[in-house]
C-alpha cells in the first residue's frame, strides 16, 4: 500500500480562515507532523497520530514525515499560513531532491493557505494592489548582507515588500537594521503597517510613517508591511487609515 504525503497552510490563525481542503486533509491524515503550536490548531482525532517538533528543525521534520509516507501512511505535514510561504513546502521537496530516490514516486500534494501577508492586507485595506514581494528578514538561511542587498533593491524598484520573521528572541536588531537601510532608500512619509497576530485574539495593528516606525512595535508574530512610493494611506475617524497601492503607476514613477 502507498501512502500519501499532503503539505498544508493552516492560514493566519483563525480556523475560519482554513481551506475546507485544508480542513478535508487533516481530517484525513493518520499522522499530523509539524512545530508543535500548528499542530495544536488541528482538531483532535481519535487514532490519528501527532507527531510534534521544534521550529528549527525542519528538514528532520520533512524527512520523518517522508519516511512515514513510504512506509504507507497518510500525512499531513502542517505550516502557518501558506505552506509554500517560507514554510515546510520547499523543506520537503529539499529532502525529496536529496534523498532516498523511493520518495519520487510517493503521492504527494501541497495544499494552498491563506499567507499571513494577505490575511494582514486583507485587514489594512489593499496595500499588495500593485506589484509587491516577500522578504523573510531571517538570517538563519541566507546571510544578512543579502538581505539587505534584497530590501534595497525591492524598495528602489517600486514593490511594496511585506516582511516576515521581522525579529525573534535570537534576533533581535534585525528589523531595525532593516527600517535603516529602507530610510536610505524611501522617503520618510512611507506608510508601514505592524500586522501582529491576525485572525487570532491577540491581533494588533498599527500604522506609522517609515520615519518614525519602531522596530519594537514588532515581534515574532508580526507581519510588517513596507509601502511603495505610490502606498496611499486614506485617514478615518477613528484613526486608523486605509492603506492602498494604486494598480496603475505612472511612467516616471
Ligand atoms: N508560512 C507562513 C509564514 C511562516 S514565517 C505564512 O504563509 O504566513 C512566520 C512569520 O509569518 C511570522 O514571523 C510573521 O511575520 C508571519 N505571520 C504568521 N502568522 C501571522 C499572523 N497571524 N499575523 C501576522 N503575521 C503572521
Request: proline share 6%; net charge negative; with cysteine.
Amino acid at each position: 500500500m502507498s501512502g500519501r504525503l499532503y503539505v498544508v497552510g493552516l492560514g493566519p490563525g483563525a480556523a475560519s480562515m482554513r481551506t475546507p481542503e485544508a480542513e478535508a486533509v487533516l481530517a484525513a491524515a493518520d499522522d499530523l507532523v509539524g512545530y508543535g503550536p500548528y499542530v495544536a490548531r488541528a482538531p483532535e482525532r481519535a487514532g490519528q497520530v501527532r507527531h510534534v517538533s521544534d521550529n528549527r528543525e525542519e528538514l528532520d521534520r520533512a524527512r520523518h514525515a517522508l519516511v512515514l509516507a513510504a512506509a504507507g501512511r497518510t500525512v499531513a505535514v502542517c505550516s502557518g499560513g501558506d505552506a509554500g510561504v517560507f514554510a515546510m513546502a520547499a523543506a520537503v521537496f529539499e529532502a525529496v531532491d536529496h534523498g532516498d530516490p523511493a520518495w519520487r514516486a510517493l503521492e504527494i500534494e501541497v495544499v494552498a493557505g491563506v499567507s499571513a501577508m494577505f490575511a494582514a492586507a486583507a485587514r489594512l485595506g489593499a496595500p499588495l494592489g500593485g506589484d509587491f514581494c516577500a522578504i523573510s528578514l531571517s538570517d538563519n538561511l541566507k546571510p544578512w548582507e543579502l538581505v539587505v542587498k534584497r530590501l534595497r533593491a525591492a524598495a528602489e524598484a517600486g514593490f511594496a515588500i511585506a516582511l516576515y520573521n521581522p525579529l525573534s528572541k535570537a534576533r533581535p536588531w534585525q528589523l531595525g537594521a532593516a527600517f535603516e537601510a529602507l530610510r536610505e532608500v524611501l522617503p520618510c512619509s512611507t506608510p508601514v503597517a505592524f500586522a501582529a497576530a491576525i485572525s487570532r485574539p491577540d491581533e494588533a495593528i498599527r500604522v506609522a510613517e517609515l520615519g518614525v516606525a519602531d522596530p519594537a512595535w514588532a515581534d515574532m508574530r508580526t507581519l510588517v508591511l513596507i509601502g511603495a512610493a505610490t502606498t496611499r494611506s486614506i485617514e478615518r475617524p477613528d484613526g486608523r487609515p486605509w492603506l492602498y497601492t494604486p494598480r496603475s503607476v505612472a511612467e516616471d514613477a
